[in-house]
């Protein structure tokens, strides 16, 4: 006999088995983030902070300063009565087709959603990937409630419908990371090295320090060839090392043609914020002064009700409570070296941003942590195996909460 509840049952399952497919999962962020874009405007155009199409203009015209000068300069580098960049190139080159075709105001708004529904796509993959390696243990269900709460409870949702460029270098780095894992979990040989060293460069040369994400790959790829031998891992090793020595030696080799130095990235000149002014004279970029802001508004600050330091960040366990699940899956998994892997991944990659000088303001929860979401989700999937699909669902449900309230915020 059939009980009330079981035909929702039913429908709630056949909801998370479309969700869970990475091909739907696909369009339904592509379609979710797109409403949300049009309302910040994409259907006016480009964001006025659509800096890498004028980067890629400057480079289809041979030059690496920009060409064309936007609307607006704030955030860009001035030297020599020059305008630069100083985020790496790889999304103006991955743009220059695009640019060449439709000039430096094709929709940056339209380019981030592809992408970013690109990136909810791969965590599906990644979770079922995952789950087939043995690397987590999970139902279909929890894919379909874990790639929902990535898309829509997580800082991707904040990122994802905002143009600009600098949403857009993040959720290219994060596409190019997901990269990384996928390939350092299913491919074998000499293909496993090399496509997860490729990607890690490539997430290097969109984001400097998104070389850090690659410790848990680099784990995983000794861990799966260690009965190879030792000198095949280290051909291996070299072999995945060769992108990333190739994107570093790139990245020096356009700092000093632009400013002289191979270590110099503009910094120093670029038309900064001044609320940033003083403190940067004081303690330059990175610095220690800067850590307990940053731990506050990453992890503790809870940005509700809505007040003036809301767009400071919010704490990234409060606003996206599914995380919770990472410390169960250190206490379940405490004696599997990976587990640990993954948790110094996370921490390290965490460094830079927790010593810099601005929490990430403008924002909705700490966006750079979307720099090791792949890490954290993997042992947060680790951790919520065993919890109930209810309890998930419930923790998913404020995440979407928390999440529709500050996206609908930042749109104003």
């Given at each position: ?39 910040r ?15 890629s203009?400057a ?13 607006s ?36 708004y ?48 904040g ?7 600098w ?11 997901a990269?990384?894992?996928l ?13 997860t ?11 400097n ?8 790959p ?20 070299l ?42 004279q ?48 250190l ?15 996370i ?49 998913t ?9 500050g ?6």
């Amino acid at each position: 006999m059939n009980t009330p509840n079981q035909p929702l049952r039913a429908i709630y399952r056949k909801i998370l088995n479309f969700c869970q497919r990475p091909r739907n999962a696909f369009f339904i962020a592509f379609f979710v983030y797109g409403l949300y874009a049009i309302r910040r405007g994409m259907l006016q155009g480009p964001s006025q902070f659509n800096y890498y199409a004028y980067l890629s203009d400057a480079f289809l015209h041979g030059q690496l300063n920009l060409r064309l000068i936007p609307g607006s300069v704030h955030d860009l580098v001035f030297f020599g009565q020059q305008y630069y960049l100083y985020w790496p190139p790889l999304p103006a080159i991955i743009m220059m087709p695009l640019v060449g075709i439709w000039g430096v105001n094709i929709n940056d708004y339209l380019f981030t959603l592809f992408f970013a529904s690109l990136n909810v796509a791969l965590v599906a993959h990644l979770l079922h990937t995952a789950t087939n390696h043995k690397v987590v243990n999970l139902s279909s269900n929890k894919i379909g409630l874990l790639t929902l709460f990535f898309s829509f409870g997580t800082v991707q949702f904040g990122l994802a419908p905002m143009g600009q460029v600098w949403s857009t270098g993040m959720i290219l780095g994060f596409f190019f990371v997901a990269l990384s894992y996928l390939a350092a979990i299913t491919l074998d040989g000499w293909k496993a090295f090399f496509f997860t060293g490729l990607a890690i460069a490539a997430a290097f040369l969109t984001r400097n320090t998104l070389f850090l994400p690659g410790i848990w790959p680099a784990y995983q790829l000794i861990k799966s060839h260690w009965h190879k031998g030792f000198r095949y891992l280290v051909g291996g090793s070299l072999l995945a090392s060769a992108p990333i020595l190739l994107a570093v030696v790139g990245m020096l080799l356009y700092n000093f043609a632009r400013f002289g130095s191979p270590i110099d990235f503009g910094l120093n000149y670029h038309l900064m914020a001044p609320r940033f002014l003083n403190d940067y004279q004081l303690y330059g970029a990175f610095n220690l002064y800067y850590l307990p802001k940053n731990l506050f508004y990453h992890f503790i600050s809870y940005p509700l009700p809505l007040r003036p330091d809301s767009v400071e960040g919010g704490s990234l366990f409060l606003l996206s409570p599914v995380f919770f699940g990472l410390f169960w899956g250190l206490v379940r998994y405490r004696r599997n070296l990976s587990t640990w892997i993954l948790l110094l991944t996370i921490i390290i990659s965490y460094i830079p941003m927790g010593l810099l000088m601005g929490t990430g303001w403008v924002q909705w929860g700490p966006r750079y942590s979307l720099d090791f979401t792949i890490p954290l989700l993997l042992l947060t999937s680790l951790g919520v195996e065993n919890w109930s699909d209810l309890l998930l669902f419930a923790l998913t449900y404020i995440s979407f909460l928390h999440y529709l309230i500050g996206v609908k915020y930042l749109i104003g």
